[in-house]
Structure formats: structure tokens, C-alpha cells
């Protein structure tokens, strides 16, 4: 009986011995913001500003991706995490894939040695080339000129969530803009008020659903998304 329970202990112990070690996931998006935005702009589509001070990354992925030499196309993006990994920690001008006028306006990337390690890298490349794509790119401008097209009020009301719970003729959670807007009694003030301050019971459509209160929006954008609102009572 001893004998079973020294063998029983032994297996135990040495099953610790040869445990393998757990692979922890690196979040490339979060490493992405955390080493590279105060450099690198990281919209889609990018925005530009006279004083950066690096090219936005949408431009980074898109030119790396394009100028890696390769006569296997599957090999792409593998080359282009790869040349990633070693560029940013050891830059050099005969490395670059830049051209003269942009290094002269951004200079030379610093070394990154010691602020990010390899798997960090391989992390943020990963997610970088496959971010930055053209169709993500189609796609994010295909929004943009969408809420761009969109009266100003509207957008702002789509941008802040006010259509999750409401859409312009049809009720969900509250009820419908056209209906609000037609409602006897709300003025432009009691909407302006409304969105400030939430309300409760008011439709009873609702079923006792309750608006919040927007307090982090500025004035100004209240009574815009307000007068949006007001004007739906004019439509047809």
C-alpha cells in the first residue's frame, strides 16, 4: 500500500516538472495604441496634421506591404511582419522603404530596443497588416461619406448613440424621432431640455423605458441634434 501511494506522489510531482508552459495572447490593437499613437496617427482613414511626427500607420502598413521584395505572394505579409520586427528596434536609412523627401520631413524612426520586445512586435505588425487593408480602407471611407451626407444633427445623434434606441420612423426602445417631433408641446426648448436631463413615463409606447441624461454633450451639439429632431416634423 505504501509503495501505491509513494509511486502516486512521484507521478504528481513529476507531471509539475513537465508542464508545459501557457501561450499569453498579446492584444496587437491595444500594444498598437500604447507604443505607437503618440507617433503615428491611427485612423481609417488617417488624419494629417502639419506637426507629426511620423506618418500616419495606415501609410506605414500600406507602403512596407508594397515594397517588400517577394516572388511568393503568400510570403507578403510573413516578410513584411519580419521587416517590421527588425526595423524598429535597429532603423537605418538603407533599410527604409521611404523616400527622400519623407525622411527629410520625419527624420529617421528612433530605435525602439528596450521599449517594445519581439513578441510585441510580432503582435502589433500582425494586427497592423491586418487592419490596414484596402477594403477596411473602402469600407471605413464608404462610412464616412455616408455620415458626411447626413445632416449635422443626425450624425451626431447616430455618433452618440441615440440611434440604438430610436430611429427617425419607426419606434424601438423609445419611440420614433417623427413621432417626438410631432408631438404637441415639444418645442425645441422641452427637447433641448429632454436630451440634457433624460425623461421617463412621457411615451407609453416606452413601457417604462427611461432616456438617460447626456450630460457629457456640449450645448452646442444638444441643441443641434435638437433642431435635427425639430425638423422632422416638417418632413413628409
Not at 502639419?50 to 501609410?59: I, S, V
Not at 510580432?122 to 491586418?130: H, L, N, S
Not at 477596411?136 to 447626413?150: G, H, P, Y
Not at 420612423?169 to 440634457?196: C, W, Y
Request: hydrophobic share 35%; aromatic share 8%; proline share 4%.
Amino acid at each position: 500500500m505504501k509503495t501505491i501511494w509513494v509511486l502516486t506522489l512521484s507521478l504528481i510531482f513529476l507531471s509539475g516538472c513537465f508542464e508545459t508552459k501557457k501561450t499569453v495572447h498579446l492584444d496587437g490593437k491595444k500594444l498598437l495604441e500604447q507604443k505607437c499613437s503618440k507617433c503615428h496617427n491611427l485612423d481609417l482613414p488617417p488624419k494629417t496634421f502639419e506637426d507629426e511626427k511620423a506618418p500616419p500607420m495606415m501609410a506605414v502598413a500600406f507602403h512596407v506591404r508594397s515594397f517588400i521584395k517577394t516572388g511568393d505572394e503568400s510570403q507578403r505579409v510573413p516578410k513584411a511582419i519580419a521587416f517590421v520586427k527588425d526595423y524598429v528596434v535597429a532603423p537605418n536609412v538603407s533599410k527604409s522603404f521611404c523616400d527622400k523627401e519623407s525622411l527629410k520631413s520625419y527624420g529617421l524612426m528612433p530605435s525602439q530596443k528596450g521599449k517594445v520586445t519581439q513578441d510585441e512586435l510580432q503582435a502589433i505588425a500582425e494586427y497592423m497588416f491586418k487592419h490596414f487593408t484596402q477594403k477596411n480602407l473602402d469600407e471605413a471611407q464608404r462610412i464616412e461619406n455616408r455620415l458626411n451626407a447626413m445632416p449635422k444633427g443626425e450624425r451626431l445623434a447616430l455618433q452618440n448613440n441615440c440611434l440604438s434606441c430610436h430611429k427617425v420612423d419607426k419606434h424601438i426602445v423609445g419611440p420614433a424621432f417623427k413621432n417626438v417631433a410631432m408631438r404637441e408641446g415639444n418645442t425645441l426648448e422641452v427637447l433641448v431640455h429632454s436630451i440634457q436631463n433624460g425623461s421617463k413615463q412621457k411615451y407609453a409606447s416606452s413601457k417604462g423605458a427611461i432616456m438617460p441624461a447626456f450630460k457629457k454633450l456640449n450645448d452646442g451639439d444638444i441643441k443641434t441634434i435638437a433642431e435635427w429632431i425639430h425638423s422632422l416634423k416638417y418632413e413628409k
